[in-house]
């Protein structure tokens, strides 16, 4: 943990001051310590830590430390994480030189590695254990900070942030609505709030997916990833001919809940394999999935101070806008 860090972080209990008894800066082993009532918060392996390690997002964490680079453009080769990022947000690098900015939900630091690219202070949170997979991923670069916390008891103040993003993550929180409002309040006036959600239309919910979710969330991690990696080998190529079908391939995606990019170019045929499997057990094991419509994430984001909002993008619910000052 860097000095920097401490000068944003506050108490997730009381937003008091947050102090750490060291001189020694980096900190990778210490205690944060509230002046005001005195809650204390470990640093451990670099990470101050604001959560228990078993949580809701458990399978977040197992996936993440067994796939942390196969997402990462800096190991994979390609331009994807930071295409989506930037093509999401509507923002260029360049826009968060010298800024705060707040990754929230990093996962094994997908988008972290691309906005670290920038000349801004990246901070990445995450529920689970996924945050060590990130710092692993993203080590040595000086501008990238890691906070295991919820994103409800976020520990920083509020409006401590110039920028914040958080791509594929509220769907699969256990309240959307308090994790949009929590997440906006972390953005100062005028700065800008980017968010991408599943979206929820009338027929979203037939999709195969939701189907075998029931089974499948309940499933023990380790015993669903085996289940997807013993079909993978049929169902690889199964899809890899049926989602390429004209016309039919789109309904063949909608009924198979294999998750296979037979249309992303930048993949090799051994990634898209991987991805398969990553992406599969995505869909199959969060313990909650729970899409959107546009109008209500608009009126919370509205009610939450946010205007101007945009959708970027026609990917998913995507949406942009900027805080009210």
């Not at 993978?232 to 998750?259: E, N, Q, S, W, Y």
Request: charged content about 25%.
């Amino acid at each position: 943990m860097e000095k920097k860090l401490l000068e944003i972080l506050a108490c997730t209990k009381c937003k008091g001051q947050l102090e750490v008894s060291t001189d020694a800066w980096p900190i990778l082993e210490s205690e944060l310590t509230c002046s005001q009532c005195n809650a204390v918060f470990p640093i451990t392996n670099g990470i101050p830590r604001f959560v228990e390690p078993d949580n809701y997002a458990s399978s977040f964490g197992y996936q993440w430390n067994l796939f942390r680079k196969e997402q990462i453009d800096t190991y994979n080769g390609t331009s994807l994480s930071a295409d989506r990022l930037w093509s999401e947000t509507a923002w260029d690098k360049e826009d968060l030189k010298d800024k705060w900015v707040l990754d929230a939900g990093c996962g094994a630091g997908r988008f972290l590695d691309a906005a670290s690219k920038s000349e801004g202070q990246i901070v990445g949170i995450d529920i689970s254990s996924a945050i060590d997979a990130a710092q692993e991923n993203l080590s040595g670069r000086g501008n990238v900070h890691f906070v295991q916390a919820s994103i409800y008891e976020l520990p920083f103040r509020d409006g401590m942030f110039d920028f914040c993003y958080c791509i594929g993550v509220i769907q699969h929180t256990p309240d959307r609505e308090k994790s949009l409002i929590s997440i906006a309040n972390m953005v100062k006036p005028d700065g800008k709030l980017a968010v991408t959600i599943y979206p929820r239309k009338i027929y979203t919910k037939l999709f195969s997916k939701y189907w075998v979710r029931p089974l499948t969330k309940r499933m023990k991690k380790e015993s669903l990833l085996k289940v997807i990696t013993t079909i993978m080998p049929v169902a690889f190529p199964v899809t890899d001919l049926l989602f390429r079908v004209p016309i039919l391939g789109k309904g063949f995606m909608f009924l198979i809940p294999v998750a296979n990019y037979v249309h992303e170019k930048q993949l090799t045929r051994k990634q898209r394999y991987d991805w398969a499997i990553l992406d599969t057990f995505d869909m199959l094991s969060p313990h909650y999935d729970e899409p959107m419509t546009h109008d209500e994430a608009t009126e919370i984001l509205t009610e939450a101070n946010i205007k101007d909002i945009s959708r970027p993008t026609t990917s998913g619910l995507n949406l942009a806008g900027i805080r009210k000052s």
